[in-house]
């Protein structure tokens, strides 16, 4: 029977299930695809009671598993994503996507009423997102759904109501309301002025300082849970665990975040305006963050080369990085303007200038890493300490982009973090400590 740490990883369409030995050995994993629902206006959701019966029943299994011994559990999932319980602690509204779109007159009464805009975006290190500002979808409930805001008692974020599940202890946690949801203040370090005059904060527990939760029995013993972790946030602490050095992580896949955990600058409005914004780490210490849709991106573009060349559309993965086609390149003009920090919304320019795939493959990677690099350099606040980065997810693996990035910045140690189930990974090393 192996000692093992239990993590519920829960992206948007991909649940799992991991144990890991004492070591961190990745020794198990459950993966569950779930489909969504409609909420009451029938935008897709999560299936928040197919999550529930799914989470309790993994767990009963567990304890009829005799190959694991679990020594704790601990959740890490997406975010913004809130469950609101009624006075009995039943989940009482939809767990609303925070792709919903945010009704016009409800934005510009917000600001209205506590703006100006800029001001408090600044305050709280968050770019304004509509719903996916987690404040906001609270703020519409109460002023667009006020019958339905009416039956909340409790609101948590979702790593936490996967905590009380376990626990029946309600907590919050600063990696998830220091998401970009408008509701802290990073520099008083407290919740938002405006998030008290609405009665906001009431419906929020307090703030847990440590890792842990509560207890949750096991056989015939207890064992610690964890408070739950934001999965972005949660990928830094095996990074953090084995570094001195400060150091970046370029995480990749169809957006590409840069995150900055030893950032000492306040956040700028100009900052802002450049997709720059910060999280809170599980300690409650700010993360600076830099955003772009450029997987996203990357797939519309090799779709339309491998049409124009007609080539399969795995192609690009087999191109090679070239010296003499990158000397190139300067020649061309870009494949992504200037222009997309602030409007993503561009038209591509011609292809019939590059006269093949290889050629116009370069131009967009190098095109992307140019991009990549000025998110690095704000989030980064001009790399006056960083030593190192990291760059994990799909684009690790493409050595154009990986080449383009490392001769970009010289000065910097780049390399593949090759760290599997990386937010699970930290969920792990969060809650080890509680052990007993």
């Known amino acids: 029977m192996v000692s093992s740490i239990a993590v519920y990883h829960l992206q948007r369409y991909v649940k799992k299930l991991l144990l890991f030995d004492l070591e961190y050995h990745l020794i198990y994993e459950e993966i569950q695809l779930f489909d ?11 299936d928040l009671n197919k999550l529930t019966n799914w989470l309790l029943e993994s767990w009963a299994r567990l304890e009829a598993d005799k190959r694991f011994n679990i020594k704790a559990v601990n959740f890490t999932t997406y975010g913004p994503a809130l469950v ?24 510009e009464k917000f600001f209205k009423t506590y703006g100006p805009k800029e001001h408090l975006e600044q305050e709280t290190c968050s770019p304004y997102v509509g719903m996916g500002n987690a404040g906001l979808q609270l703020y519409w409930l109460k002023h ?45 370090h407290r919740f938002e002025q405006w998030a008290y005059e609405e009665g906001i904060v009431d419906l929020f527990p307090k703030i847990t300082r440590q890792p842990e939760a509560g207890l949750t029995p096991f056989r015939h013993d207890f064992v610690p849970v964890g408070a739950g972790l934001l999965d972005t946030v949660a990928g830094l602490i095996p990074l953090i665990k084995r570094n001195v050095d400060p150091f970046l992580l370029v995480g990749t896949g169809s957006t590409f975040t840069v995150l900055n955990p030893f950032a000492e600058k306040d956040l700028t409005l100009d900052d802002l305006k450049k997709s720059c914004f910060c999280y809170l780490s599980f300690i409650g210490l700010p993360v600076k963050a830099s955003r772009l849709p450029l997987g996203e991106l990357h797939d ?24 003499d086609v990158t000397a190139t390149l300067s020649s061309f003009p870009p494949l992504l303007d200037e222009p997309f920090l602030a409007n993503p919304d561009f038209k591509p320019a011609s292809l019939d200038k590059f006269e ?79 052990i007993r």
Not at 36 to 46: F, M, T
Not at 84 to 107: A, C, M, T, W
Not at 162 to 174: A, I
Not at 300 to 323: E, G, N, V
Request: charged residues 20%; hydrophobic residues 40%.
């Open 300 to 323: 519309q573009f090799t779709k339309k080369f491998a049409s124009h060349y007609y080539k399969d559309s795995s192609y690009h993965k087999s191109i090679a990085y070239s010296a």
């Open 356 to 434: 093949n795939y290889e050629l116009a493959y370069h131009k967009l990677m190098a095109d992307i890493t140019h991009t990549v690099l000025q998110s690095i350099l704000l989030a980064g606040e001009n790399l006056v300490s960083i030593k190192k980065m990291y760059v994990e997810g799909d684009f690790a693996e493409n050595a154009l982009f990986m080449r383009m990035l490392s001769d970009s910045l010289p000065q910097l140690k780049t390399k593949p973090s090759k760290l599997e189930h990386g937010p699970a990974l930290g969920a792990a090393m969060a809650v080890k400590p509680l």
């Open 36 to 46: 969504e629902i409609s909420d009451n206006e029938g935008i897709p959701c999560e």
């Open 144 to 188: 667009a759904e006020p019958l339905s805001f009416e039956k909340i008692k409790t609101t948590l974020f979702l790593p936490q109501y996967c905590s009380f599940l376990f626990t029946t202890h309600f907590s919050t946690d600063y990696t998830s309301v220091g998401a970009s949801s408008l509701l802290w203040d990073f520099k008083t």
């Open 84 to 107: 609101h319980l009624d006075q009995n602690s039943v989940p009482v509204l939809p767990l609303f996507d925070y792709r919903k779109k945010l009704p016009k007159e409800i934005g």
